[in-house]
């Protein structure tokens, strides 16, 4: 093995005595790592002594990497699983020769295989084994791997038996369930899968239990990619491990149960939003994950254009009214409530928010989390923060027609009301509140600005480059013909960024209805949301795919993104 040659080597070159090798390779055997770092570490040898010692044995040339700008197009060129096989690092290619940095290089067998993978000619240059494993964490995302070899630490080999999870679930014993959720390898698993998904920038985490797979998925960026599957007789093990630490009840399978999860990686606090529901073969679980430290809550940022900005400023700055924004669920709704509060979060201003669930706290902000077991829903809550002299009221989502009166008569009388609704768009959200119950001369009179918002994917800035469309695409998306000759599209070819997907970020496309003089009139004349779209149009609203179009000329998204997400 390469960690007792380098030793022994080291012993007859006199740079190490054998006393200090035995304790080195006894602590090796007993905690794991590698030889050259435990030297290191115990202070026997100097880390440049031994990177000149393995250079001169092996007559190749020696190599500082954390000095080597190493450029992302060679990182590719080896993939990850291969890199930390062999524990080696592509450095620089010049024509058809790689340059490789290894610890060992009469590796021959790596050498081999690296040729034969990448089509190059190999050079070898030494570099220690610590240098190697911080550019490895550095510039290849390592993360997957240490899943994977905490599942290959598991005895995955073991038959299990596929049943409906209704026949299995009564036999499950709670005290064995109990000690098998505090095993290592579980805790280990379960702490991988969460700080994989925050350094991923995942939002949700699913984990699913079918009949012959168990998988885990992320949604990174919008959509949902699977990552790996634990072995199927984790499945019960896994689920009760999150219960447990959502302080949920794992005894209770049947029901579907919410909780939270606080955690702290890395001085960050995260919370996350935990909720099982029972499925035919077990439990699925979803945890949304709510990083304050990622929160950006700047209007600037994201992806405002100016005039709906101002029209957003100047209808949160008026003494009352209601100002609604509207979007399927994880289109960043919330998000836009929270940055529109901080712009008027002042002392002068007393805010209370009505919300289900509280997802991120805000200092100065009075938020209430709904509890409909005992009676306290958003009806509720309203009725109880009219009696506490706010100026300005945020209700989480109006559901109903109690919650919608009671919100349209706080607007009416002197307060600011922020909510939320599920249309379509913003001119169909005026129909919405009508067929709820709410008469058209209270809609007219209390709603000040509809915003409908959606979210789309921020090409890569790393591997982003021009795309050749046809103009006769971009003229069928609603770009003027004359225009469309001019406009120039990118996308991402994919990149370790953005892991190979092109896309890195989301930035969101908004619709702003200013509910003027004219909106007004046709609402109390009954007018369809087709004759209010036009005539806000015509006033100047953008419509989403208005919106989403000069993202794309700006060169911020791509045409998949805007067909996924907008109608024409």
């Known amino acids: ?18 006393d200090q090798l035995e304790k080195s390779l006894a602590l090796q055997q ?13 202070g026997y040898i100097q880390e440049q002594t031994l990177l000149q010692f393995l250079s001169k044995q092996y007559g190749v040339q020696s190599i500082d990497l954390s000095k080597v700008e190493i ?44 040729k034969f993978m990448t089509g190059y000619d190999i050079e070898v240059v030494v570099a220690t084994e610590s240098a190697i494993m911080a ?5 290849y995302d390592t993360s997957s791997m240490n899943l994977q070899q905490v599942l290959k630490s598991m005895d995955a080999g073991e038959e299990s038996v596929d049943i409906v999870e209704a026949d299995t679930e009564e036999q499950v014993d709670l005290r064995e369930l109990k000690e098998a959720v505090e095993e290592a390898p579980v805790v280990k698993l379960v702490n991988l899968i969460l700080s994989d998904a925050i350094k991923k920038g995942a939002s949700d985490i699913h984990i699913e239990a079918y009949e012959k797979k168990f998988r885990v998925r992320y949604r990174i960026d919008g959509i949902l990619y699977e990552v790996m599957n634990p072995p199927m007789k984790l499945r019960a093990a896994l689920t009760s491990r999150l219960k447990i630490m959502a302080e949920l009840d794992i005894a209770e399978r049947r029901l579907p149960q919410d909780g939270r999860i606080k955690l702290k990686i890395k001085n960050r606090e995260i919370d996350l939003r935990v909720s099982t529901l029972p499925c035919l073969f077990g439990e699925k679980v979803v945890m949304r994950i709510l990083d304050k430290g ?25 003494p009352f009214g209601m100002v609604l924004v509207t979007g399927p669920t994880g289109s960043g709704k919330s998000t836009t409530l929270y940055a529109a509060l901080q712009q008027i979060n ?41 009696r506490q002299d706010p100026d300005v009221v945020l209700v989480g989502e109006i559901r ?66 021009e795309e050749k469309v046809s103009p006769a695409i971009l003229v069928d998306l609603g770009i003027p013909t004359q225009e469309a000759e001019s406009v120039v599209t990118y996308k991402g070819k994919g990149c370790t960024t953005c892991n190979n997907t092109g896309y890195k970020g989301r930035v969101a496309l908004y619709e702003v209805m200013l509910v003027d003089d004219d909106v007004k009139a046709l609402i109390l004349e009954g007018a369809s949301a087709t004759e209010i779209k036009k005539k806000a149009v015509a006033s100047g609203m953008k419509t989403l795919r208005m919106s989403g179009l000069t993202k794309l000329k700006d060169g911020v998204t791509t045409i998949e993104e805007i067909l996924r997400s907008t109608f024409g």
């Open 1 to 18: 093995m390469i960690i007792s040659k380098i030793g022994r080597m080291l012993v007859e070159a006199k740079l190490l005595t054998e």
């Open 30 to 42: 007993k905690e794991g790592g590698r030889i050259g770092s435990i030297l290191v570490k115990f």
């Open 71 to 114: 450029d992302s197009s060679v990182i590719k060129l080896i993939h990850t699983e291969v890199v930390q096989k062999y524990n080696v690092i592509p450095v620089r290619r010049i024509g058809a020769v790689l340059t490789i940095a290894m610890m060992d290089p009469t590796n021959i067998f790596a050498i081999d295989d690296i």
């Open 135 to 139: 550019t490895m964490s550095k510039l």
């Open 294 to 318: 990622a929160l950006s809550l700047d209007l600037k940022k994201m992806g405002w254009e100016q005039k709906a900005l101002d029209d957003l400023m100047k209808a949160i700055r008026s």
């Open 346 to 386: 002042e002392v002068g201003v007393n805010i209370m928010t009505a919300e289900d669930p509280v997802e991120y706290n805000l200092f100065g902000v009075n938020q209430v989390q709904m509890k409909e077991e005992i009676g306290l829903n958003f009806a509720a809550a309203l009725r109880s923060f009219l």
């Open 400 to 465: 109903d027609y109690e919650t919608a009166e009671i919100a349209v008569k706080a607007a009416l009388t002197g307060h600011l009301v922020l909510s939320t609704l599920h249309t379509n768009d913003a001119p169909s959200t005026v129909t919405r509140l009508l067929n709820m119950g709410i008469e058209p001369f209270l809609v007219a009179s209390s709603v000040i600005l509809i915003i409908a918002q959606r979210l789309v994917r921020r090409i890569c800035q790393d591997c982003k480059e």
